[in-house]
């Protein structure tokens, strides 16, 4: 299996600047519910995207490489994060499970650090679309993550629920805007996200770690009767 370097800018992906255009569209539309203290970022893709609107103090970005140092405020390994448990009040994971060798053990350490009811966003490739069968061809090959590397959303909804977490919205767009201005980039834009979501190219996820309390239920035991029934009897 090849083994592609986390990029470092969204030009380095296929159809990069359209894909974190639509990307940025779904992220300002989530924005406004988003509140707490601490937002952490990881990889440079993440650290490109922006939350206008939401009501997260502050930003923090965890790079694995040290190529784009001058974004970077702490170099680290995502699946060993230098965090408390329960520290962090948001996270945002644009395509980072995709470049990922142990994309199960980032979600683990995620869910970890996150406080109860703290947000995850998660963006990625779908490896049964067209991106899919991008990815093994020689001259495209170099811009996306290895095929075998890509998460299924369906597969990463169940990871994200064994976790403990709510999927609260998720949003499908294509790769590339083929045949631009006809109607059929419109019938796909409009319809292959909410019908045929298995054929778009990358899926973006907005859910939240849940933690319900579980209040132990006392059996009520009934106090014996003193006297039973049987025990009546008929004074001669």
């Given at each position: 299996?090849?083994?592609?370097a986390?990029?470092?800018?969204?030009?380095?992906?296929l159809r990069?600047p359209?894909?974190v255009?639509?990307?940025?569209?779904?992220?300002?539309?989530?924005?406004?519910?988003?509140?707490?203290?601490?937002?952490l970022?990881?990889?440079a893709?993440?650290?490109?995207?922006?939350?206008?609107?939401?009501?997260l103090?502050?930003?923090?970005?965890?790079?694995q490489?040290q190529?784009?140092?001058?974004?970077?405020?702490?170099?680290?390994?995502?699946?060993?994060?230098?965090?408390?448990?329960?520290s962090?009040d948001?996270?945002l994971?644009?395509?980072?499970?995709?470049?990922?060798a142990?994309?199960?053990?980032?979600l683990?350490?995620?869910?970890?650090?996150?406080?109860?009811d703290?947000?995850?966003?998660i963006?990625?490739?779908n490896?049964?679309?067209?991106?899919?069968?991008?990815?093994?061809l020689?001259?495209?090959?170099h811009?996306?993550?290895?095929?075998?590397?890509?998460?299924?959303?369906?597969?990463?909804?169940?990871?994200?629920k064994?976790?403990?977490?709510e999927?609260?919205?998720?949003?499908?767009?294509?790769?590339?805007?083929l045949?631009?201005?006809?109607?059929?980039?419109?019938?796909?834009?409009?319809?292959?996200?909410?019908?045929c979501?298995?054929?778009?190219a990358?899926?973006?996820m907005?859910?939240?770690?849940r933690?319900?309390?579980?209040?132990?239920?006392?059996?009520?035991?009934?106090?014996?009767?003193?006297?039973?029934?049987?025990?009546?009897?008929?004074?001669?």
């Amino acid at each position: 299996m090849k083994s592609v370097a986390p990029p470092n800018h969204w030009q380095e992906v296929l159809r990069g600047p359209y894909l974190v255009k639509l990307l940025q569209a779904r992220l300002a539309q989530w924005a406004p519910s988003l509140f707490g203290f601490n937002l952490l970022t990881v990889d440079a893709l993440s650290a490109a995207c922006s939350l206008p609107g939401s009501r997260l103090l502050h930003s923090v970005n965890l790079s694995q490489t040290q190529c784009y140092a001058d974004t970077v405020d702490i170099i680290g390994q995502a699946t060993a994060m230098p965090f408390a448990p329960g520290s962090l009040d948001a996270c945002l994971l644009a395509h980072v499970l995709d470049f990922s060798a142990h994309p199960h053990a980032i979600l683990r350490e995620v869910e970890t650090v996150l406080r109860d009811d703290g947000w995850l966003i998660i963006s990625g490739f779908n490896p049964y679309s067209t991106v899919g069968l991008a990815s093994f061809l020689p001259g495209l090959s170099h811009k996306l993550p290895a095929w075998q590397q890509m998460v299924a959303p369906e597969r990463l909804e169940d990871w994200l629920k064994l976790l403990g977490f709510e999927v609260l919205e998720r949003d499908y767009f294509g790769l590339t805007p083929l045949f631009e201005g006809s109607l059929l980039r419109a019938w796909r834009q409009q319809l292959v996200p909410h019908y045929c979501p298995s054929f778009a190219a990358v899926y973006v996820m907005l859910a939240r770690k849940r933690r319900y309390p579980l209040t132990p239920i006392r059996q009520t035991i009934r106090p014996q009767a003193v006297l039973q029934p049987e025990m009546a009897r008929q004074k001669l």
